[in-house]
């Protein structure tokens, strides 16, 4: 397992853009897939966006398609969720997760894939 520390969560209006960054701990990332995931108050824990660490191969849920983008910031060594034209329905807790996927060319989507998580930043969006 890695460790990984979220960063960027805030309190905007609909309409605005937020900027997450994911920073893991530990060498090797070339053979992982990065996500992130998010929950809301009262409901399961849904899947948003994945990335190989090379970037190569990514995967988002439909709901976020279009708005938000995952990659890494090579200089910050960081795996990024930029989030823009945000909506009410946005707003949750949003947790990094890793797993180590060797040179398989799928990104999971499911959050029992991923065995390293955050601790998580909340993204509140009001309207």
Do not use: H
């Amino acid at each position: 397992q890695v460790q990984l520390v979220e960063s960027g969560g805030g309190l905007v209006q609909a309409g605005d853009s937020l900027r997450l960054s994911c920073v893991p701990s530990g060498r090797g990332f070339s053979m992982y897939t990065m996500a992130w995931f998010r929950q809301a108050p009262g409901k399961e824990r849904e899947f948003v966006a994945a990335s190989r660490w090379s970037g190569d191969y990514k995967n988002y849920a439909d709901s976020v398609k279009g708005r938000f983008t995952i990659a890494r910031d090579n200089a910050k060594n960081t795996m990024d969720l930029q989030m823009s034209s945000l909506k009410p329905e946005d707003t949750a807790v949003y947790y990094c997760a890793a797993r180590r996927s060797g040179f398989s060319t799928i990104v999971r989507s499911t959050a029992r894939d991923y065995d390293s998580w955050g601790q998580g930043t909340q993204v509140t969006v009001s309207s």
